[in-house]
C-alpha cells in the first residue's frame, strides 16, 4: 500500500481524485511506497480564517497523572509544514470554558492542533490581516496592526486597521 504524502488533511474524497488516481496508476508495479507530488486540486480541510472547536488533553499538577480533557474555541491561521497539524489562535475568553487557555497552554494565544481533534462551528470566517494575523473579535472591535520589520507602528497595504 502506498502512502501518498499530498493527500493529507485534503478535503477532497480520495477515492474520485483524478490526480491521485494518476499517480497511483502511474507508480503501479514499481514497489513505491511512498510518494509526494504537487497537486493543484487539493483542498484543506480547514480554511484559513475558519472557527473551530478542538479538544485540550492536559495532566493534573499534582503528581497523580490524572488526565483531563477540555474544549477550547479558536480561528485557523494556516496549515502548518508538513500538513500534520492547524496553526490556531485561541479565543481567551469563552462562556462555557471550564478553565482558561492560560492556566494550561504554554502559549496560551496561539496552538498547534492535530486536525482530527478539530470540529468547524457554524460560524463566519474571520478576515485576517496578512501583515499582523490580526482580526476583528465578535464585538467587531479591531486591534492595531504594528507591522514587522521596518514597517512598525505603521498599518500595512490591506491592514485591518
Not at 11 to 24: F, G, Y
Not at 41 to 66: L, M, P, T
Not at 97 to 121: G, H, Q, T
Request: charged content about 30%.
Amino acid at each position: 500500500m502506498t502512502y501518498y504524502s499530498t493527500c493529507l488533511n485534503c478535503a477532497v474524497d480520495k477515492t474520485t481524485c483524478a490526480k491521485r488516481n494518476a499517480v497511483r496508476s502511474a507508480i503501479k508495479g514499481t514497489g513505491i511506497t511512498s510518494v509526494k507530488f504537487r497537486c493543484t486540486e487539493r483542498v484543506s480541510k480547514f480554511r484559513h480564517g475558519q472557527r473551530v472547536a478542538f479538544d485540550w488533553r492536559y495532566y493534573a499538577d499534582d503528581g497523580s497523572g490524572e488526565g483531563y480533557e477540555t474544549e477550547f474555541v479558536g480561528t485557523i491561521m494556516h496549515e502548518k509544514a508538513g500538513n500534520k497539524r492547524f496553526a490556531v489562535r485561541v479565543d481567551q475568553d469563552g462562556e462555557h470554558y471550564d478553565c482558561k487557555p492560560s492556566d494550561i497552554l504554554k502559549n496560551a494565544e496561539f496552538i498547534s492542533v492535530r486536525p482530527a481533534d478539530l470540529r468547524p462551528l457554524d460560524e463566519p470566517d474571520r478576515v485576517i490581516c496578512p501583515l499582523c494575523a490580526r482580526y476583528e473579535d465578535g464585538d467587531g472591535e479591531r486591534e492595531r496592526c504594528w507591522g514587522y520589520g521596518d514597517l512598525s507602528n505603521v498599518a500595512g497595504l490591506g491592514c485591518l486597521s
